[in-house]
């Protein structure tokens, strides 16, 4: 059996659920649920309620932390191919294509090509 966490979201236990009602009788509290496995904020909160309060309160200081983008990125031609694959006119046969988003150029490109995730005629960046 995996580890239990605790959800990361920052008002987890004030959430008015059965499951969070927990203790003895008369001692009962609401509480941060604890799971094995979550499946928001990359794993570490238990609802989309809990990752939007854990990124109300620490995402900005998070995207500071971590690197602010202070200007444009830019995906340039070399880098604006994306597979893509069309039906032949009998509509019988597939093929497969590089498609540049920017120039609407298209080179060919094989089945093996189009499923192997790391096959890319991209440069990078
Ligand atoms: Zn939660």
Redesign the pocket.
Known sequence: MSELKY?Q?PD?HTYYTKDRLRGPKGNKTYQ??RRSHFYYLGGN???TR?QDDWFQKYGTRAVDYFGRTTEAKHLTEENAWRKSWDWDSSYQNRFYVYRNSITNETRPLTEAQFNDSNYTINTGE
């Open positions: 959800c979201g987890c941060t649920r909160a238990c609802s809990c």
